[in-house]
C-alpha cells in the first residue's frame, strides 16, 4: 500500500517516527513531495524557530535517505479539486505516486467523494496504525517502542508510553498496547 504522508503527521517528530518506523518494516510505502516537506520546514521554524527548522532539514534529509523513492514529481493539479485549494498539492501528490491513501489529520480538507474518483482515500493516522497493528502487531509495537525509547533517551526521562501517544495524537493506539 501507497500512502501521501501529509505535512502534518510529518511535524510533530512522535507521530513521524511511528510512521516512518512503520514503513521501514514493510507495513506501507511512504510517499511525499517537495512542498510537503517545505510545509513540515516551516511548521518547524513557526514553532521553534531556526534552529528547529534546521534540525527540520536534517530529518528531511534522513526521510529522504531512508526512502530514496518517497519524493514524487509535481503532478498536473489543474483537473483536481479539493475545498482547501492549499491542499490540491497532496492530492497532486498522490495521483502522480498512484497512492491509495492520503495520511493527514485533517480529514476534512480530503472529502471521500473527491477522492474516490481517484481511487485515494483520506486516514487519520490513528485508525491506520491500529489497522496496522491488527495485522501486525509485532511490527507496529517494534516501531512505537523504537520511537518511545528515542523520546526517553532525548528527554532524559521516563515518559508514560500512553500518553506519549495521547499527545502525539495516536490515543487509540496508545489504549490498545498499554492494556
Not at 526521562?157 to 490498545?176: Q, T, W
Request: glycine share 6%.
Amino acid at each position: 500500500m501507497i500512502a501521501v504522508l501529509d505535512a502534518c503527521v510529518l511535524y510533530p517528530t512522535v507521530l513521524r517516527q511511528i510512521l516512518l518506523g512503520c514503513a521501514e518494516r514493510g507495513l506501507f510505502t511512504p510517499i511525499w513531495s517537495e512542498r510537503l516537506l517545505e510545509e513540515w520546514r516551516r511548521a518547524a521554524r513557526r514553532n521553534g524557530g531556526e534552529a528547529d527548522a534546521a534540525m527540520a532539514d536534517a530529518e528531511i534529509a534522513r526521510a529522504n535517505a531512508r526512502f530514496p523513492a518517497a519524493l514524487t514529481a509535481p503532478g498536473d493539479e489543474a483537473p483536481l479539486w479539493l475545498p482547501d485549494p492549499a491542499d490540491i498539492h497532496v492530492l497532486g501528490s498522490a495521483v502522480v505516486g498512484q497512492a491509495e491513501m492520503i495520511v493527514t489529520l485533517n480529514l476534512r480538507d480530503f472529502p471521500a467523494r473527491e477522492l474516490s474518483g481517484h481511487g485515494i482515500v483520506a486516514r487519520a493516522p490513528d485508525v491506520l496504525l491500529m489497522d496496522l497493528w491488527l495485522d501486525a502487531p509485532d511490527r507496529v509495537e517494534e516501531a512505537v517502542m523504537a520511537t518511545h525509547a528515542e523520546a526517553e533517551r532525548l528527554s532524559g526521562e521516563s515518559l508514560p508510553l500512553r500518553a506519549l501517544l495521547k499527545r502525539a495524537r495516536l490515543p487509540r493506539l496508545g489504549k490498545a498496547l498499554t492494556r
